[in-house]
């Protein structure tokens, strides 16, 4: 069964730095995309950024580029989105998702989903 659990989130002063993790079990992470998607109250879930596990394509939403950088460790089956200068804007609860397919940022298209975690960036 595919389970994915994300980790890393937490209280953060603008400027600040955090690292998610999203492990994956129940499947191989070959040939699979991992998004990370994000929702704040009242707002549209938005794609943050993507990475193919089979070639390390990524994506990056413009509000992130050259701020959040996504990398994957397949032998521990883990997906990371080192987040810096975070802003108070960032503030959301951050999913990772998985599908058979290459990087894409709708939200839609992805299968199977985390529980979330909270990022706060608030002074």
């Known amino acids: 069964q595919v389970q994915l659990v994300e980790s890393g989130g937490g209280l953060v002063q603008p400027g600040g730095s955090l690292r998610l993790s999203c492990a994956a079990s129940g499947f191989t992470l070959d040939y699979y995309r991992i998004g990370w998607f994000r929702q704040a109250p009242g707002k549209e879930r938005e794609g943050v950024s993507c990475?193919?596990?089979?070639?390390?394509?990524?994506y990056y939403a413009d509000f992130v580029k050259g701020r959040f950088t996504i990398s994957r460790d397949n032998a521990k089956k883990t997906v990371y989105l080192q987040m810096n200068s975070l802003k108070p804007e960032d503030t959301a609860v951050y999913y990772c998702?998985?599908?058979?397919?290459?990087?894409?940022?709708?939200?839609?298209?992805?299968?199977?989903w985390g529980q979330g975690t909270q990022v706060t960036v608030s002074s």
């Open positions: 990475i193919s596990t089979s070639d390390g394509t990524t």
């Open positions: 998702a998985t599908s058979v397919g290459l990087c894409s940022s709708t939200w839609w298209e992805y299968d199977y």
